[in-house]
């Protein structure tokens, strides 16, 4: 199936026979970091009076990997859904590709097209098998032929190792295969921006491995991402860039080496002494 | 410490079997023995005098009056009116139109059930099945001679109101479920007010207003059809319980439905007619089935307006001067198939629940 669909879809690079980066090294060495994609700037918002987002200035570029770590109800959900418009912003701007991302509504659906999102309780659409999961925008709102897009999710299907359940509804999934569909499903409009919301954190300890493989992979295979997660391994392994947000703003910003070790506020290091001890 | 496997085993017979059951269900305390001993008592003073009455001692053969000579039910009665039941005022030489139109029905039902899925044949088919049929009951073209809508009653009519009410307010209703969900202020008020407007007030209400009002925007002269009348109030007033239903079908959908729909760049119309109806209309079955279901038997109600459905039909054919004091067999006989069409009607709403249940199949 891969090698029948490769030509139309984009074609990636380990299909074409490619090795997949060992180290992050390897991997800038592919895929070097490009231009700027998402640009955020003095944003702000408010929940009736709450100032859930403070000033936030974060710019994210082509292929870059960012991880945004922080307590609960520090707004990091919220920040990431601002990206593609899940949720309204009151100051500041946010462009995607240089698209402004505001209510005109051409832009809204530009901006959605480019940004694809994965969440922490997987949202699959239970009275959809899994392939129409996967099919539902490519058909409706990309106006795929239904043979390309059938063909297409098959393709990432086959990418998360869960072909075999195409014709299955989600309910009958365990968490870690609904995730891993959730993620085809959002890969099949060919997002150049990955959004995820603590993607492992709803599942169960033996199905997170499975997840953060599929998404190691394609971290390495050179897509944008920016992930909510508290999942050391995966910053230590894949991310340019970790964030840490609290009480609504950022922090502090760093590699994922010197973030976990050398953290050098003191609200980081009470943070990481939190997760690391439970 | 390693421990041996264990195989599962039968659970103990105790537990198991009808005498189980009944000892679970039925004389499990003092109180449920004495509801039980209540409960078989009254059956025992119901049943047998009803089947004494309705099958043993009752008639079934002749063609009067005077062959229903025993105590029990004079069915003869229902067979001889069977007609004035079924099809009302309907010219007896024309009785074929609106069984055609019946068996179209039913065979279109069955091919529907034959052929999956939307195919456009099938779609086309049950689009124009209304002109069909009201073309062949109705008449006045293609050589049928005309047979007007006051001459429909009986089951026939209750078929019309029922099937029309319930096909036209369903579109209606999500129209205004989808209106009160909606951001827009004017469109919310305005569906709002019209839900609990509607809610407010009787059916009888409506339907007088529909007769006697809804002529007054007419022109003068214009004879609006008294059936029609019927049928936009009737479909108006149901619309509102339909939208009732639907909307508590909304509030079962987790936000994430929406926001997943909205990150993958589905529009307004495509994440409502793609991922939130699909589900709220499922969950809505049962109520659904409900409201349709008492929908069915209000259309009794339209006597008042001068239509002639088929409880109506009872007093009709019992005032006939032959056969005066049947009006028992007669309210038996409607009532059973009231009963009949309800029954379908909730079996069916099973089955479409288990068919559509998607989850842990
Ligand atoms: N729709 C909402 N209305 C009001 N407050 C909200 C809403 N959504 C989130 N919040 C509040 O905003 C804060 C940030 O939420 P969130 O971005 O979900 O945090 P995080 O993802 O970091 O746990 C929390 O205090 C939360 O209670
Ligand atoms: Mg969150």
Known sequence: MAEQTQTQTETPREAQGAPLPETKEDKKAIHPLGEPIIQIEKLNKWYGDFHVLKEIDLEVKKGEIVVVAGPSGSGKSTLIRCINRLEEYQEGSIKVKGIEVNNDVKNLKEVRSNVAMVFQHFNLFPHLTILENLTLAPVWVYKKPKKEAIDTAMYYLEKVNIADQAHKYPNQLSGGQQQRVAIARALCKSPDIMLFDEPTSALDPEMIGEVLDVMIKLAEEGKTMITVTHEMGFARKVADRVIFMDAGQIVEENDPETFFHHPESERLQLFLKQILNH | ?361
């Open chain 2, 1 to 361: 410490m390693v421990y041996p496997p264990k195989v599962a085993k039968e659970p103990p017979l105790l537990e198991r079997g009808p005498i189980a059951w009944v000892r679970r269900n039925l004389l499990s305390s003092p109180y449920n023995i004495a509801f039980t001993i209540l409960g078989l008592a009254i059956l025992y003073m119901i049943i047998p005098p009803f089947v004494k009455w309705a099958i043993i001692d009752a008639n079934f053969v002749g063609h009067s009056k005077a062959d229903c000579t025993g105590n029990g039910a004079c069915w003869v009665f229902v067979k001889e009116k069977l007609n004035m039941f079924f099809f009302g005022f309907y010219p007896h030489d024309q009785i074929w139109r609106p069984e055609l139109v019946i068996a179209s029905a039913a065979a279109l039902g069955a091919f529907a059930k034959f052929v999956r899925g939307l195919h456009p044949f099938k779609l086309l088919l049950i689009v124009l099945f209304p002109i069909y049929a009201f073309v062949l009951l109705h008449g006045g073209s293609f050589g049928l001679p005309m047979v007007e809508t006051s001459k429909w009653g009986g089951l026939l009519l209750t078929l019309v109101i029922a099937s029309v009410g319930i096909v036209l307010s369903f579109p209606i209703g999500i129209i205004l479920a989808l209106g009160r969900q909606s951001k827009l202020p004017i469109i919310k008020s305005l569906s709002v007010f019209y839900i609990e407007f509607v809610r407010g007030v009787p059916l009888i209400t409506v339907l007088f207003m529909a007769s006697v009002v809804l002529p007054l925007f007419f022109p003068e002269g214009v004879n609006f059809d008294k059936l029609a009348r019927a049928l936009i109030g009737i479909t108006l007033f149901e619309a509102a319980y339909v939208a009732e239903n639907i909307r508590s079908g909304f509030q079962a959908i987790p936000k994430g439905q929406y926001e997943a729909a909205d990150a993958l760049g589905l529009s307004y119309w495509q994440k409502m007619a793609l991922v939130i109806l699909p589900q709220a209309i499922k969950v809505t079955i049962p109520n659904l089935v409900g409201t349709f279901i008492s929908l069915f038997k209000d259309t009794s109600l339209v006597m008042i307006i001068g239509l002639f459905d088929l409880l109506a039909m009872v007093t009709v054919t019992a005032n006939d001067r032959d056969w005066l004091g049947m009006d028992t067999e007669g309210y038996v006989f409607v009532a059973f198939v009231f009963w009949v069409f309800t029954f379908s009607m909730s079996l069916y709403s099973k089955r479409l629940e288990k068919k559509l249940d998607t989850n842990n199949k």
